[in-house]
């Protein structure tokens, strides 16, 4: 009789903890978009242009979501041109087949369509989708993604009265297929023309607030080359999530958003009722661009009046110390019930370094960019699809190196090779007089360590081991470094890349093939059923 009492508490607990830890009958939900891609007129500089539209839209709709949530999105190719969109900051857990980059993806061929079926897996956060293809990026098709906590886990902030997506990127007038036949020509890009915000120019975009009450701003840099600096006249903010990380909460008179990175912030309307002015403007450049948007008070009977703020313009070490005050709210908690300070990376023993130097030169009289020596050229045959067939010689493991490889540049399709369940440090050696901007895709990765000049192995001393922040894009300053610790638990064969797109266009990106020898569902999701086929793959 005790055995069986026994046994039935067992039974008890093991349902109760299975409960507890969110394991239900029921299927996580389903959201489903149905997109359709054109091209029409678009007037972000106040001129006519030919953009990417997204049922009409530019920008494209939001993608709300909660974790765990399943997305299915269909989108269909009404563009002349094959296309694809990928999903900036969606870490596709155990499926690179539908990360949206030619490595991983075939295209969406002129006048068909492609269902992407992906969950925001143990995710939450603010992240923007674009297109990833030829040059689309620089006409549109972007939008952003909203990933909520589930109702049962706590946010470290009162729930705000609204929640506003706000996309910033710096813009050219010229039309795109110029520019791609610009950089295809060999030559480099002229500065661009101007900034947009939401699709956007000059004092456009408006945001509406009662007074008294407290919004959350999403704030992503969609643009193609320049960090910017964003503020609202006679406000504070404060930082609350990067990328889908709960920060400590810091207040804010200025941000900079480098380009590919994504912000949450907190904004109080308690000045007096009118409106103000939205500042935007490149850090970094010597010709300053910016721009303006509105934020109005319901009751405002005043408009935006006098001189928008101005931003700083090339104070880095400002900018650097603004990155370094930047961290995880340990006791915060994720996507999970546990805080988010549960993980400690801090005393996880590195077992492998990565140093990876970005740099430009010529190939054959052309503009080229590189890592470690090695600028990218797309294969024939997605990587992706190359790898879980075995089709032979469309590209090779190793064929970039793990540390810098002198000034030389030569063209090959980058992959190198890393073992899972790995835990890597990965240091961006920037040598240029540039700032630099890094993502990896199917990964967060802890950002412990920034400094001027080069870096060695007494770098280390100073990495913040504690509670560094966790995101997908980084910055590197000039002629500085960035290091960032990856555990690297996600298999699959993930882009790591420039979020400067000509550098990115021209080769300044490679494949990490993550990789377990062990063929298991529990590590790796097969092929999707409706998986696109093309090159070598196909049939």
Same mark, same amino acid.
């Given at each position: 009789?005790?055995?069986?009492?026994?046994r039935?508490?067992?039974w008890i607990?093991?349902?109760l903890?299975?409960c507890?830890?969110?394991?239900v009958?029921?299927?996580?939900?389903y959201r489903?978009?149905?997109w359709?891609?054109?091209?029409?007129?678009i007037?972000p500089?106040?001129v006519?242009q030919?953009g990417?539209?997204?049922?009409g839209?530019?920008p494209g709709?939001?993608?709300?979501?909660v974790?765990?949530?399943?997305?299915?999105?269909?989108v269909h190719n009404?563009l002349?041109d094959p296309?694809?969109?990928t999903?900036n900051?969606v870490?596709?857990?155990?499926?690179s087949f539908?990360?949206?980059v030619y490595?991983?993806t075939?295209?969406?061929?002129p006048?068909?369509?492609?269902?992407y079926?992906m969950?925001?897996?143990?995710q939450?956060?603010?992240?923007?989708?674009?297109?990833?293809l030829?040059?689309?990026?620089?006409?549109?098709?972007f939008?952003g993604i $909203?990933?909520?906590?589930?109702?049962?886990?706590p946010?470290?902030?009162?729930?705000?009265?609204g929640d506003?997506?706000?996309l910033i990127?710096d813009w050219?007038?010229t039309?795109h297929?110029?520019?791609?036949t610009?950089?295809d020509?060999?030559?480099?890009?002229?500065?661009?023309?101007?900034?947009?915000?939401?699709?956007?120019g000059?004092?456009?975009?408006?945001?509406?607030?009662?007074?008294?009450k407290?919004y959350?701003l999403r704030?992503?840099n969609?643009?193609?080359?320049?960090s910017?600096n964003?503020?609202?006249?006679g406000?504070?903010?404060?930082?609350?999530?990067v990328?889908? #990380?709960?920060?400590?909460?810091?207040?804010?008179s200025?941000l900079?958003v480098?380009?590919g990175q994504?912000y949450s912030v907190?904004?109080?309307a308690?000045?007096?009722a009118?409106?103000y002015y939205?500042?935007?403007?490149?850090?970094?450049?010597?010709?300053i661009l910016n721009s303006?948007?509105?934020?109005?008070?319901s009751?405002?009977r005043?408009?935006?009046?006098?001189?928008?703020?101005?931003?700083p313009? #090339?104070?880095?070490s400002?900018s650097?110390?603004q990155?370094?005050?930047?961290?995880?709210?340990?006791?915060?908690?994720?996507?999970?019930?546990n805080p988010?300070?549960?993980?400690h990376?801090g005393?996880i023993?590195?077992?492998?370094?990565?140093?990876?130097?970005n740099?430009?030169g010529?190939v054959?009289?052309k503009q080229?960019? +590189?890592?470690?020596g090695?600028?990218?050229?797309p294969a024939?045959?997605p990587?992706?699809?190359a790898?879980?067939?075995n089709?032979?010689g469309?590209?090779?493991?190793g064929?970039?190196?793990d540390k810098?490889a002198?000034?030389?540049?030569?063209?090959d399709? +980058?992959v190198?090779? +890393?073992?899972y369940? +790995?835990?890597?440090e990965?240091v961006?050696?920037?040598r240029?007089n540039?700032?630099?901007s890094w993502h990896?895709d199917?990964?967060?990765?802890?950002?412990?360590?920034m400094?001027?000049g080069r870096?060695?192995?007494?770098?280390k001393n100073?990495y913040?081991l504690?509670?560094a922040?966790?995101?997908?894009t980084t910055?590197?300053y000039?002629?500085?470094?960035?290091?960032?610790?990856?555990p690297?638990?996600?298999?699959?064969?993930w882009?790591? $890349?420039s979020q400067?797109w000509? $550098?990115?266009?021209?080769?300044q990106q490679?494949?990490?093939?993550?990789?377990?020898p062990?063929?298991?569902?529990?590590d790796e999701?097969?092929?999707?059923?409706?998986?696109?086929?093309?090159g070598?793959?196909?049939?």
């Amino acid at each position: 009789m005790r055995s069986e009492n026994g046994r039935r508490w067992c039974w008890i607990a093991l349902l109760l903890a299975l409960c507890m830890e969110g394991v239900v009958v029921a299927e996580d939900p389903y959201r489903y978009f149905d997109w359709r891609i054109t091209y029409g007129d678009i007037y972000p500089l106040g001129v006519p242009q030919q953009g990417i539209l997204i049922n009409g839209q530019f920008p494209g709709p939001d993608i709300h979501s909660v974790t765990n949530d399943n997305l299915i999105i269909n989108v269909h190719n009404d563009l002349p041109d094959p296309f694809l969109l990928t999903w900036n900051g969606v870490q596709q857990r155990k499926n690179s087949f539908e990360d949206g980059v030619y490595g991983t993806t075939c295209p969406i061929p002129p006048g068909q369509n492609f269902t992407y079926i992906m969950q925001v897996k143990d995710q939450i956060g603010s992240f923007f989708y674009f297109p990833s293809l030829q040059f689309h990026k620089a006409v549109g098709g972007f939008g952003g993604i $909203r990933i909520l906590s589930r109702p049962r886990i706590p946010v470290p902030f009162p729930e705000p009265a609204g929640d506003f997506t706000i996309l910033i990127g710096d813009w050219y007038k010229t039309d795109h297929k110029v520019l791609q036949t610009i950089l295809d020509r060999g030559k480099r890009l002229t500065f661009p023309d101007g900034i947009q915000i939401n699709g956007l120019g000059r004092d456009g975009a408006k945001f509406t607030v009662e007074p008294g009450k407290t919004y959350r701003l999403r704030i992503s840099n969609v643009g193609l080359q320049n960090s910017l600096n964003f503020q609202i006249q006679g406000h504070k903010m404060t930082l609350v999530e990067v990328e889908g #990380t709960h920060t400590i909460q810091t207040t804010l008179s200025s941000l900079d958003v480098h380009v590919g990175q994504s912000y949450s912030v907190l904004v109080t309307a308690d000045q007096t009722a009118q409106d103000y002015y939205i500042a935007v403007s490149s850090r970094f450049t010597t010709q300053i661009l910016n721009s303006t948007a509105i934020l109005h008070y319901s009751n405002s009977r005043k408009t935006v009046s006098g001189l928008p703020p101005p931003g700083p313009t #090339t104070d880095i070490s400002w900018s650097r110390n603004q990155a370094r005050s930047i961290r995880t709210n340990l006791t915060a908690s994720g996507p999970r019930p546990n805080p988010q300070g549960s993980y400690h990376y801090g005393q996880i023993n590195v077992t492998r370094t990565i140093r990876l130097a970005n740099h430009a030169g010529l190939v054959d009289k052309k503009q080229r960019y +590189a890592v470690n020596g090695v600028s990218f050229i797309p294969a024939d045959t997605p990587l992706k699809l190359a790898d879980y067939y075995n089709i032979d010689g469309v590209f090779k493991v190793g064929s970039i190196q793990d540390k810098p490889a002198g000034r030389k540049i030569h063209l090959d399709t +980058a992959v190198m090779g +890393a073992d899972y369940r +790995a835990f890597v440090e990965i240091v961006f050696e920037n040598r240029e007089n540039i700032v630099q901007s890094w993502h990896l895709d199917g990964y967060s990765f802890f950002v412990v360590g920034m400094d001027v000049g080069r870096w060695s192995p007494a770098s280390k001393n100073q990495y913040n081991l504690i509670d560094a922040v966790s995101r997908c894009t980084t910055q590197v300053y000039p002629r500085s470094w960035t290091a960032i610790y990856v555990p690297l638990d996600n298999v699959g064969m993930w882009n790591l $890349r420039s979020q400067f797109w000509a $550098r990115q266009y021209l080769g300044q990106q490679f494949y990490l093939r993550v990789y377990t020898p062990v063929k298991s569902f529990r590590d790796e999701y097969p092929i999707p059923k409706n998986a696109l086929h093309c090159g070598r793959a196909k049939g």
